[in-house]
T-cell receptor, first 112, second 115 residues
Framework: AQSVTQLDSQVPVFEEAPVELRCNYSSSVSVYLFWYVQYPNQGLQLLLKYLSGSTLVKGINGFEAEFNKSQTSFHLRKPSVHISDTAEYFCAVRSITDKLIFGTGTRLQVFP | ETGVTQSPTHLIKTRGQQVTLRCSSQSGHNTVSWYQQALGQGPQFIFQYYREEENGRGNFPPRFSGLQFPNYSSELNVNALELDDSALYLC??????????????FGEGSRLTVL
């Protein structure tokens, strides 16, 4: 069975500092991996996705993630965060049956 | 191009009642998936509809049911509501299924409170 673990429930960081949100997955088959962002009282917005090819994936709003098969990780990074990046971030894996399996989320809080 | 729209945005029900949530998929999308997001949790897959047929179901009891219409809009029905059904219900639309599934586009959700 596939699963996703987000290691940090909350990540506080100061504005303009770098940030890394950690995600580990388990899967016995090829994976498609995703990061979504959820702003307060809104739905989910796709940040980036890994389907195949280059292991470094660039997304919107300056975010990027690196697929590491040996460590079964897909950590999300941004070199310099803004106040507007404050949100909930979800890592997800898509199963062979097509459904998305989400982690429990990481709350990124950016302080001025 | 219109996005995914859901209605109602908020509603309150009491235990034992029934609720219907609605979703209009993004233009051109033929697949709709429903997710339940409890407070402080990640979304959990309920089921998916493709061309009016259920095409996959998560670990939810039969009192969670759905429909997809010829225009690809969809409904989620929940009977005999329980307190634990309180959650944000998210609809997502996409084009195709399986390996050919395109990106999922989510609506803003319907927040259900069961008292």
């Amino acid at each position: 069975a596939q699963s996703v673990t987000q290691l940090d429930s909350q990540v506080p960081v100061f504005e303009e500092a770098p940030v890394e949100l950690r995600c580990n997955y388990s899967s016995s088959v090829s994976v498609y991996l995703f990061w979504y962002v959820q702003y307060p009282n809104q739905g989910l917005q796709l940040l980036l996705k890994y389907l195949s090819g280059s292991t470094l994936v660039k997304g919107i709003n300056g975010f990027e993630a690196e697929f590491n098969k040996s460590q079964t990780s897909f950590h999300l990074r941004k070199p310099s965060v803004h106040i507007s990046d404050t949100a909930e971030y979800f890592c997800a894996v898509r199963s062979i049956t097509d459904k998305l399996i989400f982690g429990t989320g990481t709350r990124l809080q950016v302080f001025p | 191009e219109t996005g995914v729209t859901q209605s109602p945005t908020h509603l309150i029900k009491t235990r034992g009642q029934q609720v219907t949530l609605r979703c209009s998929s993004q233009s051109g999308h033929n697949t709709v998936s429903w997710y339940q997001q409890a407070l402080g949790q990640g979304p959990q897959f309920i089921f998916q509809y493709y061309r009016e047929e259920e095409n996959g179901r998560g670990n939810f009891p039969p009192r969670f049911s759905g429909l997809q219409f010829p225009n690809y809009s969809s409904e989620l029905n929940v009977n005999a509501l329980e307190l634990d059904d309180s959650a944000l219900y998210l609809c997502a639309s996409s084009l195709g299924t399986g390996l050919n599934t395109g990106e999922l586009f989510f609506g803003e959700g319907s927040r259900l409170t069961v008292l």
